[in-house]
Every structure is written in C-alpha cells, then in structure tokens.
C-alpha cells in the first residue's frame, strides 16, 4: 500500500446522500467483489462461492476487485461507487461495526459470517522486542484506522504507527514495538507467511474492537440479500461456515472476554470513518508521544501563498474546527497540528496522501464538499500552521495531490 490515508477513516466512508447506481445481474450472474489487498480476502471468495451456491445463485469474481481497496481499513465513497456502478453487484468481505455504521447510505447488508476484531498483539517469549524510552512502551498502531483509535487510548505509551495492518504485525516481529494494536486477520495472514512466528494474542478494551464481515448488496438487491442471509443460516445451522471460517475465528481468550458483536446490522457505513464523538480527544497529553517509521524519500514541499493560508483558516473554521479544534488541538477528532500530526523528522506520511484522504473523506458530516481548490486551500493552511513557510506561487489541488513530500513539522524556506 501507498501512503494515501485510506485507513480511517477508513479511510474512508460513503458520503451522506451519496447516491448508489441500482445495479442489476448481467447475464453471467451476479458479480462479486472482493477487497484485493484485505488480509481475509481468500477467506472472503471462498464464503462468497460457498453462499451463493447454496443460495443457486451463479456468481463470477471480478478479476480486480474494488479500486482503492488496498486493505480491510478503508475505501473511500468515490472509489466505492465507482466500482459498484462499474464491477460489482456484491461486495464480499465488508467490515461492519455497530458502533461505526450510520443510517444514511444506500448499501445492504447481509448476516454476519465471521466475527473478528481487533487485538492486542505481543511476541511469545520476547528476547529484546521495542526498547522503551524513558519507560514507555512502544506500541505498534495502522495509522488513522481503529487499530490507532484503539492504542492511543493506552496511557504511557509511544506509538510505532505503520501504513498496513502487515507492516503493523512485523512491527512486533522484527522487535521495532514491543506489543500492536491489530485487526486480527492480519495477524492469521502474517503467521500463515511466516508459519515460524508466535505470537501472544489478547482482547482489547475498546468501542471498536468488535467488527463483522458480510456482504454488502447494492439498492435494489432486497431479494438477493435474503436468498444470502437464508443461505448463510443453512452453512451455519449445518456447521460448513464454521469449517470455513476456523482459521480465521477469534481465540477462545479473546472471544470469550469482548461482548459478542450482531450478526446482523440495521446501520451501514464504510469502514473507516467512525463517528466523530467517539473519538479520543488528542489534547490529553497523558496519553504518550509518537513516533514515524519507513521515511519516504521525497522533494521539497510545494509552495503556497498568504492568501490561500487565510481562505483555508476560514473554511477550517467554517467546516473542521468543530471536530479538530479552533487551534487544531483535537476535540472529538485528532489534533492536525503537532508531533502527533506533523512529527520532528522522517514521516512515512506525504502530503499528497494526506490531501488525498482529506479531498475524500472530509469533512465527516459532508465528505467531498469542497472544491478541488478549496481543498488545497486548506492543506495550505494546515501546511502553515505546521510550519511550513508561505511563498508567491499558489498550491493547486494536483501540485497537493501528487506531492511525495514526508509530512515533518518545523520551518521551511
């Protein structure tokens, strides 16, 4: 995976009102879609073939599957129309949350066929795994998906924040963190590529450790979504789904202790942006520092104007303050300025994702309202406020889009 942010949200979610092309079954069946880069996306197309065959329903794969789908932690609302207009009429492999779902998008869902989550993850008879510094200990989180949400909520911790959920587990086994915060298919994915390695696996205590996955039907599809749900009652009334999914199920130690999530969702949202109040306040300073791992070579920062910074603090405060903070300090949403946000030195986090995530997937209650320009506007801001110094030569929305530029906080002539 790149650096663009589609983790959270997500990487990350389907816009209020975005509308949904109604699609129909083409003459070979329906078409199903998986998420290519997601750690259970084997387990996915083999549920899927499963399903509909036992619902007598002809099903095909799309050879790609959903664009941007880079892994479990997020696909934004363009990227997901696109291809539910274009390559599916089912989704298989959908992550649900009840607690990250909203009520105001066009998908439907299926049952629940796996009940999976996020875990606490530590080397079995560590050697010398993540050094602390000045005794904290070093946790391993994927930036800006739940797997961050979670860890930043330990306190007297540093945090190793990694770009995928693969790069998350090897945090832990290569010894650059002595405990992740992970989605637990990673976990079985890591291990089956590396079969040596052993790990020690824990429940975490969280709003967003539970998650199912499913299907996820586009408008319309009332019909097939029953013919699925009825289908999947059957493998799992006559053991086939358990079959299926043993591999990939929780731990006795982890799905005993967390309280067990719905099969079934009456809400729907992408995975990846979660409601904004549920997350944990970033101006507590208790809460530890960060740290950035993996520089990305890059060039100097593209340049913006005096005049783009003041347009863009006036859409911050119009659209972002009320979740980020009138000093971009974090309320309910994470602070945009700092070393949590901009660190001292050697971020793997460019610009040009950070505008990408932004462009897509904000403001929260309305993502992608803004213009192309009005986005690079606020990136400018957030750039200043940074400390990144302002020119003569303005930031157009392609120079943001494109920049590989590392995100490092400090003045910039």
Not at 333 to 361: E, R, V
Request: neutral net charge; contains cysteine; aromatic residues 8%.
């Amino acid at each position: 995976m790149n650096t663009r942010l589609t983790q959270i949200a997500v990487a990350g979610a389907l816009a209020a009102g975005v509308a949904l092309t109604p699609l129909h079954a083409s003459a070979a069946g329906v078409r199903v879609c998986t998420m290519p880069g997601s750690p259970s996306a084997a387990l996915d197309k083999s549920v899927a073939h499963e399903a509909f065959l036992a619902a007598g329903v002809a099903a095909s794969f799309a050879s790609h599957g959903i664009d941007g789908g880079d892994d479990d932690d997020g696909v934004s609302a363009r990227e997901l129309a696109k291809s539910l207009a274009r390559d599916c009429d089912v989704i298989a492999g959908f992550p649900r949350s009840a607690l990250a779902d909203a009520s105001d998008t066009h998908l439907i869902f299926s049952r629940g066929y796996l009940r999976s989550g996020y875990v606490s993850v530590a080397l079995r008879n560590p050697r010398a795994a993540g050094a602390s510094a000045a005794g904290k200990e070093t946790i391993a989180a994927t930036y800006s998906s739940p797997s961050q949400l979670i860890a930043v909520q330990q306190k007297n911790a540093r945090f190793d924040l990694e770009n995928t959920s693969e790069l998350t587990v090897d945090a832990v086994a290569k010894g650059r963190a002595q405990r992740a915060i992970v989605w637990y298919p990673a976990v079985v994915a890591y291990q089956r590529k590396h079969p040596q390695q052993r790990f020690d696996i824990s429940p975490t205590a969280s709003p967003y450790t539970d998650w199912n996955l499913a299907f996820a039907f586009g408008p319309g599809r009332e019909d097939l979504q029953k013919r699925v749900d009825t289908a999947l009652s059957r493998m799992n009334d006559d053991g086939r789904l358990a079959a299926l999914t043993r591999s990939w199920a929780l731990p006795d130690t982890v799905a005993q202790t967390g309280p067990a999530a719905s099969a079934h969702f009456t809400g729907n949202r992408v995975w990846g942006q979660p409601r904004a109040n549920l997350l944990p306040a970033r101006n507590d300073t208790s809460i530890g520092g960060f740290i950035k791992v993996a520089a990305t070579a890059g060039g100097d920062a593209p340049t913006f104007d005096h005049e783009q910074v003041e347009h863009g603090q006036h859409l911050y405060a119009d659209s972002c303050a009320k979740c980020h903070g009138a000093q971009l300090e974090g309320i309910t949403a994470p602070a945009l300025s700092g070393p949590a946000f901009a660190p001292a030195a050697h971020s793997h986090l460019t610009i040009g994702g950070i505008y990408q995530y932004m462009s897509t997937n904000m403001p929260a209650d309305r993502p992608g309202k803004m213009t192309d320009q009005e986005y690079a506007d606020l990136m400018a801001f957030l750039l200043y406020t940074n400390g990144y110094n302002a020119g003569n030569a303005k930031l157009t929305a392609d120079m943001a889009r494109t920049s590989a530029t590392p995100l490092n906080a400090g003045p910039r002539k």
